[in-house]
């Protein structure tokens, strides 16, 4: 900064953009803020810069609060920070929502289409969600726009249908493909293992080894996850220790492998496997639950008793609940052992949809408040995970309904004043 002042150049909207850039780059947000925030004409690139900084630093919520904010038109590098972002930092549902809002959000001279990487992300969010139904679209607009399908994006269809159950389609692309790197051979090989198909997941990785690919620590949890899905553990330590890797197993190898020994009860093997986890991470909750699980169906409860006091002796606990996920007729339902959040929320809207149309005391209100809700339900179900943010949404939007018809309401009823300051509480 003080060489940019020095020549001059604290003015230079390029200078400004590239130290933006790099301070992020560095992990220094708060002085690429600094800068960014100085600035007195920012361009497009100024606030990519700064949205992807934030998104590097996994603050997602600041980036996406800039992202709202932004005054130029956004343009594919956004769309695509944003989408990407939201996927790598485990946030798939609101990743997809961005896609749809980049179809939607400008006319057809202005109209950002997707690319390449557009697609890989939004296939990979697809894929996180099971949502077999939007992965398809993508796919049909794949062919619709004659996009290249290259390797990336053939191995992003390979996940995708793996991972929401449609494997003979996953090998189908597979097989098209004219290239393929250790990434879509792993791909192939997670899918098979994913649904017990042990034997071809096994004949693939030979396959592999015979064109000369060289496997990952990616690929052995592959092979372990098929053998554990089809109860051929021991062939599954075997091939870990022994045949397959060349070097020292990591937390992800020796993780699928207790999963393995959890699913078909090898006790002794899966005793050992666990105490060795939970000396590489011994504050991963998830190691000890598998361990007492292994205890509980060998009907060794005092071992499973004697875990549970470790555990609480070390104050582990799961923090945040398990949860499944279902698309049905496009639409992605969570659910979880606290419940689903969507539905929670989803009550709340109608609670405070009704107290805003009894407040306006409007002959219509309740069929008001139901339609009201239809659009306010789509509009803030990607944000249920934030009940904080989801309220000011929820707020803003029945606000600006409210006044809408307040406004005809006026007009029908002329001897009732209804204010805009005449808000409920909640409102306010």
């Given at each position: 900064m003080l060489t940019q002042l020095k020549f001059g150049y604290e003015g230079d909207a390029y200078v400004q953009n590239a130290l933006i850039s790099v301070y992020s780059e560095c992990g220094v947000l708060v002085d690429a803020r600094r800068v960014f925030d100085g600035m007195s004409n920012r361009d497009v690139v100024s606030w990519n810069s700064m949205i992807v900084g934030y998104l590097r630093g996994g603050e997602l919520d600041v980036a996406l609060d800039l992202f709202k904010e932004m005054n130029e038109r956004k343009d594919i590098i956004t769309w695509n920070s944003m989408i990407t972002g939201f996927v790598q930092g485990g946030r798939p549902k609101e990743a997809l929502r961005f896609f749809q809002e980049m179809q939607f959000s400008s006319n057809d001279r202005d109209m950002v289409r997707p690319d390449k990487i557009t697609v890989a992300s939004v296939l990979s969010a697809c894929a996180s969600l099971g949502a077999c139904d939007h992965g398809r679209w993508l796919h049909s607009y794949l062919k619709r726009s004659q996009m290249e399908c290259d390797m990336v994006i053939g191995t992003a269809l390979v996940d995708m249908y793996g991972?929401?159950?449609?494997?003979?389609?996953?090998?189908?692309?597979?097989?098209?493909?004219?290239?393929?790197?250790?990434?879509?051979?792993?791909?192939?090989?997670?899918?098979?293992?994913?649904?017990?198909?042990?034997?071809?997941?096994?004949?693939?990785?030979?396959?592999?080894?015979?064109?000369?690919?060289?496997?990952?620590?990616?690929?052995?949890?592959?092979?372990?996850?098929?053998?554990?899905?089809?109860?051929?553990?021991?062939?599954?330590?075997?091939?870990?220790?022994?045949?397959?890797?060349?070097?020292?197993?990591?937390?992800?190898?020796?993780?699928?492998?207790?999963?393995?020994?959890?699913?078909?009860?090898?006790?002794?093997?899966?005793?050992?496997?666990?105490?060795?986890?939970?000396?590489?991470?011994?504050?991963?909750?998830?190691?000890?639950?598998?361990?007492?699980?292994?205890?509980?169906?060998?009907?060794?409860?005092?071992?499973?008793?004697?875990?549970?006091?470790?555990?609480?002796?070390?104050?582990?606990?799961?923090?945040?609940?398990?949860?499944?996920?279902?698309?049905?007729?496009?639409?992605?339902?969570?659910?979880?052992?606290?419940?689903?959040?969507?539905?929670?929320?989803?009550?709340?809207?109608?609670?405070?949809l009704m107290d805003s149309a009894e407040f306006a005391n409007l002959k219509d209100g309740v069929l008001w408040a139901e339609s009201t809700f239809k659009f306010t339900a789509f509009q803030v179900k990607f944000l249920s995970n934030r009940p904080e943010r989801a309220r000011k949404t929820i707020v803003d939007f029945v606000r600006q309904r409210f006044t809408v018809k307040t406004n005809i309401s006026r007009k029908l009823h002329k001897n009732r004043e209804i204010g805009e300051q005449e808000f409920p509480d909640w409102a306010k």
């Open positions: 991972k929401c159950g449609c494997v003979e389609r996953a090998f189908e692309i597979f097989n098209g493909m004219p290239k393929r790197d250790i990434l879509a051979w792993t791909a192939m090989i997670s899918a098979y293992a994913l649904h017990g198909h042990a034997n071809e997941a096994f004949k693939l990785y030979e396959n592999m080894e015979a064109v000369g690919v060289r496997p990952n620590s990616v690929t052995f949890v592959g092979l372990l996850s098929a053998c554990a899905h089809s109860g051929l553990v021991e062939k599954g330590r075997m091939k870990t220790l022994s045949e397959v890797c060349p070097w020292k197993p990591d937390v992800f190898v020796w993780g699928a492998l207790l999963g393995g020994c959890q699913l078909h009860g090898n006790v002794k093997l899966g005793e050992k496997i666990a105490q060795n986890l939970i000396c590489l991470e011994p504050q991963n909750h998830a190691f000890y639950i598998n361990l007492c699980d292994v205890y509980a169906k060998a009907g060794r409860f005092d071992d499973l008793k004697r875990i549970r006091a470790l555990m609480k002796d070390r104050e582990i606990r799961k923090s945040v609940p398990g949860c499944s996920m279902i698309e049905v007729d496009g639409i992605v339902h969570e659910f979880s052992m606290k419940g689903s959040p969507e539905v929670q929320m989803m009550e709340a809207i109608k609670s405070v």
